[in-house]
């Protein structure tokens, strides 16, 4: 039997900050633990109060900690993408072994000369995603460990962020008592989870509708090719609601999730509801298809805007079309309405695990997923320390589920970011 590895996600949504507990074992995931809480201090993605999202973090913590009874300490931590912007670059190195077999240190050489690149001093690396690895001039190597060369080449994408964006996250994570395993950005785990292999290789866009903002990632030759975040979401449609039907906030998402329909062609007449009026005893009583119309008209504006930021990031076309998840896509009728703006196949994505039966949960899935997967590949697992000291002496009782220690040498680009991060604070 296989040793099943602990991972814990953390992501700070505009609407709702979510923590994920979940064990992998052949990668497969078991979802262990599920904290959700409604976000304060956090603007279209970005932190606006360091204390109210240290609060919101800790309360989603608390809340994922009671399920398995134990305290967490470390989390693979998911940043926005605005701000973030994605640079090609190349890492060449002379192979070090007297038998010229490529081994993990040369990898990790390789990935830290691609990372010798002047960057505008207000902007920090987060990671560097490999696409291929060339070997004396032979490409589209996917792992060149144990083959035979001279000469190691490694075309990748180098995504950069916002040093202020950043360090605030940072801060708030640090601060909420938490270490943090491993940086991504949203959107590449998003579209990583959501996509399959044939829909990253012909060319998808993974479209991500939140609450404060909407975030795309395209994907074409099984590699992310462009990101972009456009700062509108779920929250502008309960807003036009709560200002319309001139009803409080609360009821307005109330109403949305309940009798809220995108696609005003295929909404209800007949379904009525009753609706406070604010400074009023009174309740003015609407149509589905009434309120669908409101709807339509801001989700209408949502995928023009998409539309153009697709242009402006240069993709002509999308041959595996698009894929909708996040919290907003739940929403009844919004394929339809999707695919009659963006004239294109659309498909609704929802996480299939226990506990995480929606599409908000995207995300924080697709942190662990590509940790895991990350792990796999650099021979890093059995380097978890998801959890605090009182549970790591349960496992002294179990000598047989004591993880291995990672070799030194396979620690990669992201671990010495963070290390980077570290020394900021200090």
């Given amino acids: 039997m296989s040793q099943s590895e602990l991972y814990v996600s953390l992501d700070i949504g505009s609407s709702s900050v979510k923590v994920l507990i979940g064990?992998?074992?052949?990668?497969?995931?078991?979802?262990?633990?599920?904290?959700?809480?409604?976000?304060?201090?956090?603007?279209?993605?970005?932190?606006?109060?360091?204390?109210?999202?240290?609060?919101s973090i800790k309360k989603a913590v608390d809340q994922a900690e009671r399920m398995i009874g134990k305290q967490i300490h470390e989390v693979v931590l998911g940043i926005p993408a605005n701000k973030a912007m994605l640079q090609p670059v190349k890492g060449v190195v002379a192979v070090n072994s007297e038998d010229r077999e490529i081994t993990d240190e040369d990898?990790?050489?390789?990935?830290?000369?691609?990372?010798?690149?002047?960057?505008?001093p207000e902007r920090e690396i987060v990671n560097i995603i490999p696409e291929q690895y060339i070997v004396d001039h032979l490409d589209e190597i996917k792992d060149p460990r144990g083959m035979i060369g001279i000469r190691l080449e490694m075309d990748g994408t180098m995504v950069t962020t916002s040093k202020t964006v950043l360090h605030n996250v940072l801060r708030c994570v640090e601060r909420a008592g938490l270490s943090i395993r491993e940086i991504y950005m949203q959107p590449l785990v998003a579209g990583y989870y959501a996509l399959t292999e044939?829909?990253?290789?012909?060319?998808t866009a993974c479209i991500?509708?939140?609450?404060?903002?909407?975030?795309?990632?395209?994907?074409?030759?099984?590699?992310?090719?462009?990101?972009?975040?456009?700062?509108?979401?779920g929250e502008h449609v309960t807003k036009d609601l709560s200002i319309v039907l001139k009803t409080p906030t609360e009821q307005a998402e109330k109403i949305k999730l309940e009798h809220g329909h995108a696609f005003y062609d295929d909404a209800s007449e007949d379904e009525l509801f009753e609706v406070p009026v604010i400074g009023s005893d009174t309740k003015e009583q609407y149509s589905q298809k009434y309120i669908s119309e409101i709807i339509g008209v801001r989700l209408e504006e949502l995928f023009e805007l998409i539309l153009d930021e697709l242009y402006r990031l240069g993709v002509q076309d999308l041959p595996g079309?698009?894929?909708?998840?996040?919290?907003?896509?739940?929403?009844?009728?919004?394929?339809?309405?999707?695919?009659?703006?963006?004239?294109?196949?659309?498909?609704?994505?929802?996480?299939?695990?226990?506990?995480?039966?929606?599409?908000?949960?995207?995300?924080?899935?697709?942190?662990?997923?590509?940790?895991?997967?990350?792990?796999?590949?650099?021979?890093?697992?059995?380097?978890?320390?998801?959890?605090?000291?009182?549970?790591?002496?349960?496992?002294?009782?179990?000598?047989?589920?004591?993880?291995?220690?990672?070799?030194?040498?396979?620690?990669?680009?992201?671990?010495?970011?963070?290390?980077?991060?570290?020394?900021?604070?200090?």
């Fill in 107 to 120: 990898l990790d050489r390789v990935m830290d000369a691609a990372q010798v690149i002047s960057i505008p």
């Fill in 321 to 426: 079309g698009v894929v909708l998840t996040g919290g907003m896509a739940k929403l009844e009728g919004l394929p339809e309405l999707a695919r009659h703006i963006l004239q294109t196949r659309v498909r609704l994505f929802v996480p299939e695990f226990i506990g995480v039966r929606e599409p908000q949960y995207t995300t924080a899935v697709g942190l662990i997923q590509y940790a895991y997967m990350e792990d796999m590949f650099y021979g890093r697992l059995g380097a978890s320390a998801a959890l605090t000291e009182s549970a790591k002496i349960e496992q002294e009782h179990h000598p047989k589920k004591q993880p291995k220690q990672p070799k030194e040498n396979t620690e990669g680009v992201v671990s010495k970011a963070k290390k980077m991060f570290d020394r900021f604070f200090e």
């Fill in 208 to 233: 991500d509708i939140g609450g404060g903002s909407t975030s795309i990632a395209v994907f074409q030759d099984g590699h992310l090719t462009a990101s972009s975040v456009i700062p509108v979401g």
């Fill in 198 to 203: 044939d829909e990253k290789n012909h060319g």
């Fill in 23 to 55: 064990e992998m074992a052949n990668k497969s995931l078991h979802v262990i633990g599920v904290g959700n809480v409604k976000s304060n201090g956090i603007k279209k993605g970005a932190i606006v109060d360091i204390d109210a999202t240290v609060q």
